[in-house]
């Protein structure tokens, strides 16, 4: 089974702070690491995704994530965040295989509130 | 393209009653994955359907039933519905259930029990 923790539950930035969410997950196998974004009043949509090879990826809007396999953390940031990253962000990992498939487990969630 | 559309966006229900919401997925995704989103809660997996069997199903009571149609569209029905059912119900729609696969979602129906 696997289980996803976001250490963050409630973050408040003024505008071009910098920002990192931690993300920790259980399963020790293959997995594939995705960060969502909730806008207020919209759809989950991807921010960015982990698969394999360079463990630092780059996403939409200037977010970036470090997988760093041996603490199991797939953490998010952005060096100068905008009042327009007001949202709900949402860490998953796919593994282990379950069912036939594999299914996301999702954290908790991160709410930010960014001040201008 | 269009993207995974969930109706109605908002519902009303009193205690003991059932309900059924819809999801289309995307137009070729065989995959439909429905959550629960709760504040405090994230998301928490109800169930998966992949070509109108379901293959994965969460840890919720028997009350929480769903189908998928030979289109892929699917269905979710609660029944007897209580307070606790309160929730934001997300479908999720992908080609399969592969490890590379991304899951994209739609906006939601927003159910609340009184």
């Known amino acids: 089974a696997q289980s996803v923790s976001q250490h963050n539950h409630h973050v408040i930035l003024s505008e071009a702070a910098s920002l990192e969410l931690g993300c920790n997950y259980s399963?020790?196998?293959?997995?594939?690491l995705f960060w969502y974004v909730q806008y207020p009043g919209q759809h989950l949509q991807l921010l960015l995704k982990?698969?394999?090879?360079?463990?630092l990826v780059k996403g939409i809007k200037g977010f970036e994530a470090e997988f760093i396999k041996s603490k199991f953390s797939f953490n998010l940031r952005k060096p100068s965040v905008q009042w327009s990253d007001t949202a709900e962000y949402f860490c998953a990992v796919k593994g282990p295989l379950t069912g036939g498939s594999y299914i996301p487990t999702f954290g908790r969630g991160t709410s930010l509130i960014v001040h201008p | 393209k269009a993207g995974v559309t969930q109706t109605p966006r908002y519902l009303i229900k009193t205690r003991g009653q059932q309900v059924t919401l819809s999801c289309s997925p995307i137009s070729g995704h065989r995959s439909v994955s429905w959550y629960q989103q709760t504040p405090g809660q994230g998301l928490q997996f109800l169930f998966e359907y992949f070509s109108e069997t379901q293959r994965n199903k969460g840890n919720f009571p028997g009350r929480f039933s769903g189908r998928q149609f030979s289109n892929s569209r699917s269905e979710m029905n609660v029944s007897t519905l209580e307070l606790g059912d309160s929730a934001l119900y997300l479908c999720a729609s992908s080609l399969g259930g592969n490890l590379k696969t991304e899951a994209f979602f739609g906006q939601g129906t927003r159910l609340t029990v009184v």
């Open positions: 982990y698969f394999s090879g360079d463990p």
């Open positions: 399963y020790g196998g293959t997995v594939n």
